[in-house]
């Protein structure tokens, strides 16, 4: 079965420093992957998404990047992080009917 | 894209009632999906119904679609206090497009 890991679990970090999350996927091979932000009591807000190694798309202008070095790895980096950058960050990826299966979160906390 | 809007917002039950809520899309849709979220946690989904069903079953989940409507619900039966989470709903094409979702709170 696939399963999505993801790290750190909660980050705190100072304005202006940058950011690496990383997601790795295991169980499965060239899969669609995502990158979601969920800010506090709210929905879930697509970020990027890659459908192979190099491939990205951004859904939204902001202060982020996405990189999928690797056919399982999928990253998630800012040079410089902003207040507004604190959320949930969530990676998915797809399954064969269009659902989709998440980790686990990584909490970011911008101060 | 198409985002799914939920209602209500929040919702308290005693432990044993059944809880329901709805969602609603814009436009024309494949799917409809529900997804559980605990607190602090990833979502989980629920279950999936296609655009040519009309109602769908998995467990104490009871999901009906309307497309006439634009409108799903999800139905959970005989709640548990494990049901407390919130619930989104997500219209897809080739990526999800979740609303802000239901706080349910099953209480003991």
């Known amino acids: 079965s696939q399963t999505i890991h993801q790290w750190p679990a909660t980050l705190v970090q100072p304005v202006g420093s940058p950011l690496s999350l990383e997601c790795t996927v295991e169980?499965?091979?060239?899969?669609?992957l995502y990158w979601y932000r969920q800010a506090a009591g709210r929905g879930l807000q697509l970020l990027f998404y890659?459908?192979?190694?190099?491939?990205i798309s951004s859904e939204v202008p902001q202060n982020l990047s996405a990189s999928r070095p690797q056919d399982r790895q999928f990253i998630l980096s800012s040079k410089k992080l902003l207040l507004s950058d604190s959320g949930f960050y969530l990676c998915?990826?797809?399954?064969?009917?269009?659902?989709?299966?998440f980790g686990p979160g990584t909490r970011l906390t911008v101060t | 894209s198409q985002q799914g809007e939920e209602d209500p917002q929040a919702l308290s039950i005693q432990e044993g009632e059944n809880a329901t809520m709805n969602c609603s899309y814009k436009?024309?849709?494949?799917?409809l999906q529900w997804y559980r979220q605990n607190s602090g946690r990833g979502l989980v989904h629920l279950i999936l119904?296609?655009?040519?069903?009309r109602e769908k079953h998995s467990g104490r989940l009871r999901v009906t679609l309307d497309t006439s409507k634009k409108s799903s619900s999800l139905l959970i039966t005989a709640s548990r206090a494990a049901d407390t989470a919130s619930y989104f709903c997500?219209?897809?094409?080739?990526?999800?497009?979740f609303g802000a979702g239901t706080t349910v709170t099953v209480r003991a």
């Open positions: 169980g499965t091979s060239n899969p669609n």
């Open positions: 119904i296609r655009s040519n069903e």
């Open positions: 436009t024309s849709i494949n799917n």
């Open positions: 890659s459908v192979g190694i190099g491939q």
């Open positions: 997500a219209t897809s094409d080739y990526k999800l497009s």
């Open positions: 998915a990826l797809a399954g064969e009917a269009y659902e989709q299966y």
